[in-house]
């Protein structure tokens, strides 16, 4: 307990020296998305599947404290009531048993763990990755391909692409089919909720949905190789209408991913700067799940990343 | 299963007392614990097989485009290898026998034709990963045939080692006679052999006949 | 000739590999000057190297893991440091290719050659006295298996200063460790070295499951074993059963990377995942292979400091053998995220949540043990103490990631990495070094100092919980792990908080060492002349400090569960040891150099098959056979300890302990 407080204390501390060095860094940064520089994760979700799964974690650790620090107490209270010192306290030398005791010390877990596992079941089910977000705008469908080391995400209802930038629109779900180019990674934007893996040859189905405007922080959350650091990526949520404006804008403009455009960007190479691509060949996300684009070349033995851009 | 005169493990000269509480009377005899301990050997090696056969099912399909099972079995080359190797565990059985009725020449008789057709159930299988390997079905072409190679081959890797110590023990039995410490060699040594017809067994019903079903 | 080893496998233009490969080569040279000098090389080969004695394969399993301890912990400290330095503009002092092989290190060596060595090194010691007999089922394999696992950690250390290590993480996963995306030898040492250590561990597994369920003093039932020995059971048929999994795993992958295989390729059909299941189906279990034990330790030293009988001996039994069981059941939670859907995902997550059950009530069995008993805070019970804290909430940590669409958000982060430090730090280091104070007397016939004993545990304690509650904050925060680079500078504060704790658990190992040395100059003071320094329940306290090589010089014989504890007392009420028994000579098993010679050529063979020398490789193992074929042709087995010497040490024995219960019986 006295730990507890301590680190309460630091935290305090900490969160108030933290708050002055976010306005500092803010002020410094010239990146176009400004805000949302300090990261919280899905302590400050922006979507529906992270403020659930947000909630579930409150409410687990909950419950679980409500048995977890009356044991710490008792523990305390135990080890120094029947201190050897203490002669007031009985000793007992030969009590090593008690049904009624047994009884509660299996039941408390066991009908801790009863409850957990149903919250585990029904949760589990509500929010697996795969299925659908209930709204009442139709999902807008973005397919992710995890190369070395940089996020590729392809629009195929709105014909472009871009690279390590992710923009939606807001209040509506994405629908997204995930897989990767060379190794395993992890698509995960933390504000948004659930990660899921990028595996080669397979895809994998994600539904997420920001419900607020801004920036948010996305990155890998599975370790890939020497240019693993660098596979940040910003996703902007815009209002639905700026979406269809901005997507309307950017088609035809710059380069067109093609097979050429593709093989140039499964380069290795790490913290890419934001491109995106007026056009992409047509279903080349199934050519990459089959594998019929060109492999990444394998990256050199002492590959070393370009330092990363100023005010991240 | 033990005697007075029974060595017992690791130098344990006290033999017992009255109260023994639910049954235990000390420390067993060698000729208890050596078996026992190989047993448990034998059985983790069986997780290393189940590992390897968990791996053949869930890759038995991923042929890559190149060929299956069924194409490349030849289930009358498999039944003699198989006979083969169930007839060696039989012979080895009974020059156990042999060795318990410390009859010298039998043992070596039967342990050598233990060997004899270990070694005709080795170059069978030697045979067929040659033929396989020349028809442009190596390993190195699909997970399938990875997985196939590696658990048959594994299984012929332990036929290989067997057959090494084999040779050594119909040495040892040779120069040292048919003294306590090697008679508990070659049981383990048997029950080494009779595990791998079993894991032989698994293999031959697993890949080659539901392999090379219609 | 020598395969792919050329001059460039030394790092002469990497300072920081070639720095430490000096230093290490340097103290492995003073240290070697060191023994020649004082001529202690007969002393140590005859003693320690060749024994098949149990309790000496116990403290060179224990001095091994202690060593590869302090490597960890530099590759953990060189983490803190560079995620301390490498925020904003910043790359920090180490670039990726060195900081992902130091994290691959780190992990790597604290479980296999730290964590798993020393929970083996307890159970080599203190099973065997507990059992009240002489030594394990095979003391010569008992041997063997330590060299074997010396051998591994050997390769490791080597990969330091010729070649690389992995960069993959310390499990390896493909397809980043295949060929096509990790050609160099990184990942080749860390399939050999776990491949070499990991027969070695599968053989101690059988020697303890036979010496355990075979090899009891006359009278111990399975229901009068004491639980630590319950546990080692538990952990040592887990082992039988997890490891060669684990062989077969990395096997497929040294397939692949050698000969072209397609277990886990992305091309061939190949299928990575089937090696995530794979390899956690023994992963998952092997972490219980460490902390059963250590919750053995607990049972042992809450139950003597506080004076009383372990409540609920059956009880805990239970949950022991529920949780080895449970163990198999649960492997997928730690990759909810690989999209197997929600109904795999819950049944996994359900499973891991019930082990939480028998687990807890444990706690409450050491909590009522406590109850109605006379505490005494010695530094063990320090460590018990602090570990019922701790590893309560890394618990509470792990059924929150049990909880799948939580790991959703938390899977392969610092939260992640706090929940199994927690436990493993709270469970299975803190019963170490509970276990290594109880039981040092035990070994060495002195304690240790006290004082320096509790500033080593509130380092730890303190470190610890400094160096890993920010870890969960920035993972609720979306900190991933194996991060070379920051790229959120609000983190900073966290992360130099967490440095500090590493840097107070690093002088808490420096304390440890420093009270080592001091309790050994100081000796004289703090000698353990009765053998039951502690006031012990279970048999090992019968012998003296330290017990004559055969244990016990007749095997005691065991009415009901605590058997010293009862005798000792009914010797104290009546004032008068037991009749003295009927002495015989013993025999004993001989020593023999196998273990170290094996272990050569393994490593022989390790190293060639690393570089693809094939010719060396072939030699080592050629070299390996003729070994057993040597050692499986000698006539002597055992020696005789001569009835003079038993009846000599027994009535030593004998002699002290009337004096020391003699007094005990006048204080009553």
């Known amino acids: 307990m006295f730990v507890d407080s301590l680190s309460g204390r630091v935290t305090g501390l900490v969160k108030t020296l933290g708050k002055v060095q976010r306005r500092m860094i803010c002020a410094a940064s010239a990146s176009v998305f400004a805000s949302g520089c300090a990261q919280r994760g899905i302590l400050d979700p922006v979507g529906p599947v992270a403020s659930a799964e947000k909630t579930i974690l409150i409410n687990s650790t909950a419950i679980m404290l409500a048995i977890i620090i009356p044991t710490m107490i008792a523990t305390a209270a135990f080890a120094f009531w029947f201190r050897r010192g203490n002669t007031k306290a009985k000793y007992r030398p030969d009590w090593e048993y008690s049904g009624a005791i047994e009884l509660v010390v299996w039941s408390i877990p066991a009908l801790t763990i009863m409850l957990l596992g149903g919250i585990a079941w029904i949760s589990s089910h509500d929010l697996d990755p795969g299925k659908p977000l209930k709204s009442s705008k139709p999902a807008i469908h973005v397919q992710v391909v995890s190369l070395d080391w940089k996020w590729l995400f392809i629009y195929p209802d709105q014909g472009i692409a871009t690279v390590n930038q992710l923009v939606i629109p807001q209040g509506t779900p994405v629908s997204f089919d995930l897989t990767s180019a060379t190794v395993w990674n992890s698509f995960f934007v933390p504000q948004m909720g659930s990660m899921i893996y990028t595996m080669p040859r397979m895809t994998t189905h994600l539904n997420l949905q920001a419900d607020k405007p801004g920036a948010f922080q996305g990155l890998s959350a599975h370790f890939s190789g020497d240019g693993f650091p660098g596979m940040q990526f910003k996703v902007q949520s815009l209002p639905a209408d700026q979406f269809a404006m901005w997507a309307q804008g950017e088609r035809g403009q710059g380069g067109a991913l093609d097979a050429k455009a593709y093989a140039e960007l499964s380069k290795p190479s790490s913290y890419v700067k934001p491109i995106t691509y007026g056009a992409v060949v047509p279903n080349l996300y199934e050519a990459i799940v089959a594998g019929r684009q060109p492999q990444n070349p394998v990256p050199p033995p002492l590959h070393n990343p370009p330092a990363p851009p100023a005010g991240v | 299963m033990s005697t007075v005169n029974e060595a017992p493990a690791v130098g344990l000269t006290h033999h017992g007392s009255e109260d023994t509480g639910l049954g235990n009377r000390g420390p067993q005899s060698k000729s208890i614990v050596v078996p026992y301990g190989f047993w448990l050997f034998v059985l983790s090696d069986m997780v290393l097989f189940s590992a390897l056969f968990a791996t053949y099912a869930s890759l038995v399909h991923a042929t890559d485009g190149g060929p299956a099972g069924h194409q490349l079995f030849h289930r009358s080359l498999v039944a003699v290898e198989t006979g083969a190797l169930l007839a060696s565990s039989f012979v080895c059985g009974l020059a156990v026998i042999a060795a318990k009725q410390k009859n010298m020449l039998w043992t070596q008789v039967l342990l050598f034709a233990t060997g004899l057709l270990g070694f005709v159930f080795l170059a069978i299988e030697i045979y067929e990963f040659r033929s396989m390997i020349a028809e442009g079905a190596p390993p190195q072409r699909s997970a399938f045939l990875s997985s196939f190679f590696t658990l048959v081959g594994c299984h012929g890797a332990h036929v290989t080692a067997g057959l090494l110590w084999l040779g050594t023990m119909m040495a040892q039995i040779w120069t040292k006679g048919f003294q306590p410490h090697v008679g508990r060699r070659l049981l383990c040594f048997s029950i080494f052999w009779h595990a791998l017809d079993i894991i032989w067994v698994a293999i031959f019903t697993i890949v080659y006949l539901i392999g090379t079903l219609p | ?266 091309d061939g059909g190949g299928n990575s995942m089937l090696y995530m299941n794979l390899i956690w189906v023994w992963g998952h279990p092997e972490v219980y292979i460490l902390v059963l034990p250590a919750f053995g330790i607990y049972s042992e030293v809450v139950s003597t400091f506080s004076g009383k009988p372990l409540f609920g001996y059956r009880s805990m039994i239970f949950a022991t053998l529920a949780i080895c069981i449970l163990s198999f059941t649960v492997w997928l939670h730690h990759f909810f995220t690989m999209g197997a859907g929600a109904d795999v995902n819950a049944v996994f997550g359900i499973a891991s949540m019930l082990i939480g059950i028998p687990t807890g009530v444990k706690i409450y069995n050491w909590l009522f043990t406590m109850y109605g008993g006379r505490v005494r805070f010695t530094v063990p019970m320090h460590y018990a103490i602090g570990f019922m804290f701790t590893f309560v909430i890394g618990g509470l940590t792990g059924i929150l990631l049990a909880m799948p669409p939580v790991d959703f958000v938390v899977h392969n982060s610092l939260f992640l990495v706090a929940h199994f430090h927690q436990v493993i730090i709270g469970g299975v280091v803190f019963a170490v070094m509970a276990g290594y104070t109880y039981w040092f007397p035990k070994a060495f016939g002195f304690t240790l100092d006290e004082r320096l004993g509790k500033a080593v545990f509130w380092c730890w304690f303190i470190g610890f919980h400094l160096a890993f509650m920010p870890l969960y904050v920035l993972g609720l925060w979306g900190a991933t792990r194996r991060m070379q680079h920051i790229p959120d500078p609000t983190w900073a504060p966290y992360l130099d908080v967490a440095f500090v704790g590493a840097a107070i658990i690093g002088l808490g190992i420096v304390l440890t060492v420093v009270q080592l040395l001091y309790s050994i100059k100081t000796r004289d003071q703090r000698r353990d002349v009765t053998g039951d320094p502690w006031d012990g329940r279970t048999l090992e306290w019968l012998t003296l400090s ?23 007392q009914t010797a104290i009420k009546q004032d008068q040891l037991i009749a003295e028994p009927n002495y015989q000579p013993i025999e004993m098993p001989l020593h023999s150099p196998t273990g170290v010679i094996v272990a050569f050529f393994a490593s022989v063979c390790g190293f060639a098959i690393i570089w693809y020398i094939w010719w060396l490789a072939i030699l080592g193992l050629v070299g390996a056979f003729a070994v057993f074929v040597w050692y499986a042709w000698r006539d002597e087995h055992e020696h005789v300890i001569p009835l003079e010497e038993v009846i000599a040490n027994a009535r030593e024995r004998r002699r002290i302990r009337k004096e020391h219960l003699h007094n005990l019986s006048q204080s009553v």
């Open chain 3, 546 to 568: 330290p017990p004559p090589h055969y244990n016990f010089a007749v095997l005691p014989d065991v009415h009901g569960e605590e058997a010293y504890w009862t005798r000792k």
């Open chain 3, 1 to 266: 000739m020598f395969g792919r080893l050329t001059w460039d496998a030394i790092p002469f233009n990497q300072p920081i590999p070639l720095i430490t490969s000096l230093v290490v080569l340097m103290a492995l040279a003073v240290t070697a000057i060191w023994i020649t000098r004082n001529g202690w090389w007969g002393y140590l080969w005859n003693e320690y190297f060749t024994s098949t004695d149990h309790k000496k394969i116990g403290i060179m399993y224990v001095v091994l893991a202690l060593l590869m301890l302090v490597r960890g912990f530099a590759d953990a400290i060189m983490m803190r440091a560079q995620q301390s330095l490498a925020i904003g503009n910043s790359q920090g002092y180490l670039p990726p290719e060195h900081y992902n092989q130091i994290f691959s290190a780190h992990g790597t060596i604290m479980i296999f050659f730290m964590a798993m060595p020393i929970i083996i090194g307890f159970m080599n010691f203190v099973v065997p006295l507990q059992l009240g007999v002489r030594d394990v089922a095979f003391p010569t394999l008992n041997n063997v298996s330590f060299w074997l696992s010396a051998s591994g950690a050997l390769l490791i250390n080597v990969s330091l200063f010729v070649g690389e290590f992995a960069r993959t993480g310390w499990l390896a996963f493909p397809p980043l460790s295949e060929k096509a995306f990790s050609p160099g030898v990184g990942v080749d040492y860390y399939l050999v070295a776990l491949q070499i250590s990991g027969v070695g561990t599968t053989l101690t597994a059988v020697n303890f499951v036979t010496t355990i369920l075979k090899i009891r003093a006359p009278g111990m039932s399975y229901l009068r074993m004491p639980v630590f020995c319950w546990t080692s059971l538990a952990s040592s048929l887990l082992m039988l059963a997890a490891f060669p999994v684990l062989t077969a795993t990395l096997a497929m992958l040294m397939l692949d990377r050698y000969l072209g295989f397609h277990f886990f390729t992305n």
